[in-house]
């Protein structure tokens, strides 16, 4: 297939680089346009590059970051752009985009809660993409979730399948990277925890309803599930980890682990369905200490989806419920991949008007 031209807005930030780094060399869409702000404008990838893991990816690391607007994206002939743009400059410009025929990929939240826009975890719910259905080749806005709300809906949906999940309850334990770039200031988190997100919890309440919701004509009926969050910034870099508990009846530890590992929604035969997809969406981990978010963020194979796994671990079953802990890469599953992959969900179901 003829790759789609597509565009990174932020990519300047920490989550636009994630962009960068997963489509430089995608094998379904062209490398990015690198659209930027005042602070790297004119500046090249490499020069602004801050993911320690890997250097800038070589098809584009002397890319020069670019303004834009949404007239000149149109005329470049831009038909995908990723958006990591903060939520008060996304509301606006996604929609512009949309309306000229660019399908926005969104990392923003801007339009999480909008009825009429998927808020989309491709393993979780993808029939939410029936809301842009039949629109091949116009513009749209689809969104990922929250960051924490991912790692939390990849845990949950595989048990969902098959036991009654009435409420959950989950403490988090979120990164540094999680409140973008340049973070929080070092005196008010070294040697500290601080008990408070704003809006964080909130998100995480509603998104988890709203994603395992059903799609109902033009709109999705949230999911009556009690989601009681609370939210922490720790001094961990990358790496959100999560402390889940759900309450209720549930059956013998080997039941839960088997629902976690058998649970591939995306694979055909022996291969993920979609390029960033993991081949396991859940990973359990066997050690009583783990996940971590040092050894298990960057958890996924093949390499295109390093970062793309959820590590479960610590599983205790009770009479009372079960808790388990969750680590999920909030850059990467909760940030730049999961808006890819998205995008390639929506590449297999026609909506860019391609088929591959």
């Known amino acids: 297939m003829r790759k789609i031209p597509t565009a990174i807005l932020g990519a300047g930030g920490w989550i636009g680089q994630h962009f960068a780094r997963l489509l430089a060399d995608h094998p379904w869409f062209e490398p990015p346009l690198l659209v930027g702000g005042e602070r790297t404008q004119g500046r090249t990838l490499e020069e602004i590059w801050q993911i320690p893991e890997e250097g800038p990816p070589g098809p584009i690391a002397r890319d020069r970051l670019t303004t834009a607007s949404p007239a000149a994206l149109e005329r470049a002939g831009i038909r995908v752009a990723f958006s990591a ?42 029939r939410h993409l029936g809301l842009l259905h039949p629109r091949p080749g116009r513009g749209f806005i689809v969104t990922n979730t929250n960051c ?7 845990a949950l949906k595989p048990l969902r399948d098959r036991f009654p999940v009435e409420r959950v309850y989950v403490t988090t334990y979120q990164a540094l990277s999680g409140a973008g770039f340049p973070g929080v200031p070092s005196l008010a988190i070294g040697d500290n925890v601080v008990p408070y ?55 013998e530890e080997g039941d839960i682990l088997r629902a976690w590992k058998d649970f591939h929604p995306l694979q055909e035969g022996k291969e993920p369905a979609l390029p960033t997809a993991p081949l396991d969406p859940v990973l359990v981990h ?71």
């Open 85 to 126: 743009l903060p939520g008060d400059k996304a509301s606006l410009l996604e929609t512009e985009l949309a309306r000229r025929g660019i399908a926005v990929f969104s990392n923003a939240s801007a339009h999480r809660m909008d009825p009429r826009v998927p808020l989309l975890i491709p393993e979780v719910n993808p």
């Open 148 to 154: 924490s709300a991912a790692g939390l809906l990849l």
């Open 197 to 251: 997100i704003p809006e964080e919890e909130t998100k995480m309440e509603e998104e988890t309803r709203k994603v395992l919701g059903s799609l109902r004509g033009n709109g999705i009926r949230p999911l009556a599930l009690r989601v009681i969050a609370n939210c922490a910034r720790v001094a961990t870099r990358e790496g959100h980890l999560e402390a889940v508990t759900l309450p209720g009846k549930y059956p």
């Open 286 to 356: 066997p050690a009583p200490d783990r996940p971590q978010p040092l050894p298990d963020r960057w958890a996924g194979v093949p390499h295109r989806a390093r970062g793309m796994a959820v590590t479960v671990g610590r599983l205790r079953v009770d009479p009372d419920g079960i808790r388990f802990y969750l680590l999920v890469h909030n850059a990467v599953r909760g940030g730049a991949g999961g808006s890819v992959l998205n995008a390639e969900l929506a590449v297999r179901e026609g909506l860019l008007g391609e088929v591959v």
